[in-house]
């Protein structure tokens, strides 16, 4: 049954890590994920949960010490924002070659400098090759979705491969909107007992982890780490279809929305999603053909999938919360734009970028992406493909 609530972001992540009940949660607080280890210790002081959770000196000793309970055999995770994230970069990788299947609450928030506190995805666009799966969420309530899906995601027998779960700060990290929960008793049989096969603490098994790999190995395992990737997208799609039975709401690798006869179709990720729609509802009641897809799973990039679902359309505007300093756009752009290039799309695409350190976001925004698409639509070429959005000039 459905149990309805007003919750943030974080206090949504929170609960849902309060009904997994993880085995280990070693944090560091940083804004604007502090509530998240803030609340799950509220639940540790009351006894609603059985979890170890340990306060360390900084953020590279957090995911050090969930990558040690990972290996140890224990359901591990964290929670981080910023120059935290960047903080962690090295046991992050030590993660994901070591096949360590935990989870990150990501609470996206701009990189120094200079100095910020508020929205863009710097933080985990800037780890977005380390082997790490990436989820983003538009809503208080897909936050909460996602890390419910995220050890089912993680711990599959094919993948383990450590797992983020990506929120914007301030923007649904803080602001309190309506969510449906489930019941504890539902959410942990859905996410079930934690089992691992190897651990280092089995005392039936000599078993090693992190050691050295010398020329001789370590791109064999580096290809098995790619190949755990590549069964990412299967398995992501079967957690989401069982989560569908069991709360109503179903999830796959993107979401399209209006696309069915869209000519102009605007791809983001996060919370700019909403807002966009709103623009997008506005325009279609106008009689304008344009449409979002609002991609969830970023690591992997589910290229084919997203390839096929834009072919219909004649002109794509990709929106990137994070520069790349490439001279040509954003890592999402770049993506989205390989994509297309390796579907041999005929579609005209352009790479905004916008929000940057919290920049707001507006419906006439979203319609100036729209109209500007229309006009090379009418001039027959795209122009500057590369182009901020919001930006004073």
């Not at 290996?71 to 990788?93: D, I, K, Q, V, W």
């Not at 089912?152 to 301030?170: K, N």
């Amino acid at each position: 049954m459905a149990l309805k609530d007003r919750m943030s972001g974080n206090e949504a992540v929170a609960y849902a890590l309060k009904q997994i009940n993880p085995d280990v949660f070693p944090a560091f607080p940083i804004t604007p994920s502090t509530e998240i280890p803030q609340n799950f210790a509220t639940y540790v002081s009351n006894g609603e949960v059985d979890t170890e959770f340990i306060t360390v000196e900084s953020e590279h000793s957090s995911m050090s010490a969930a990558v040690a309970a990972s290996a140890a055999g224990a359901r591990a995770l964290t929670a981080t924002s910023s120059c935290g994230l960047a903080y962690m970069f090295e046991p992050l990788y030590l993660a994901s070659s070591d096949r360590l299947p935990l989870v990150l609450a990501v609470v996206n928030r701009a990189l120094t400098g200079p100095i910020n506190i508020n929205c863009d995805h710097s933080d985990s666009m800037g780890v977005r090759e380390s082997g790490w799966i990436q989820l983003y969420a538009e809503n208080n309530q897909e936050a909460y979705d996602n890390m419910l899906q995220a050890y089912r995601i993680s711990e599959h027998p094919e993948v383990r491969l450590p797992l983020m779960v990506c929120q914007d700060g301030f923007i649904t990290s803080h602001a309190v909107e309506n969510i449906e929960l489930l019941e504890t008793e539902d959410v942990r049989n859905f996410v079930g007992e934690y089992e691992p096969e190897h651990f280092l603490l089995n005392k039936n098994e000599s078993y090693a982890l992190g050691s050295y790999g010398t020329s001789d190995y370590y791109m064999e395992a580096k290809r098995a780490q790619a190949e755990a990737m590549l069964k990412v997208p299967e398995v992501v799609q079967a957690v989401a279809d069982e989560f569908a039975k069991l709360s109503g709401r179903q999830y796959g690798f993107f979401e399209e929305y209006r696309m069915e006869d869209a000519d102009r179709v605007m791809v983001v990720m996060g919370s700019a999603a909403g807002t966009a729609k709103d623009a997008v509802d506005m325009l279609r009641d106008k009689g304008e053909k344009v449409g979002l897809l609002k991609l969830r799973l970023f690591r992997p990039f589910p290229a084919k999938e997203l390839a096929s679902a834009l072919s219909g359309c004649k002109a794509v505007a990709v929106l990137d919360r994070a520069e790349s300093y490439t001279n040509h756009g954003g890592p999402l752009g770049a993506d989205v734009m390989a994509a297309l290039f390796r579907a041999r799309s005929q579609a005209y695409a352009v790479n905004y970028i916008y929000g940057l350190g919290g920049r707001d976001f507006r419906t006439d925004d979203a319609e100036r992406v729209f109209a500007e698409l229309q006009t090379v639509l009418d001039n027959g070429d795209a122009g500057e493909t590369y182009r901020y959005l919001g930006v004073r000039g």
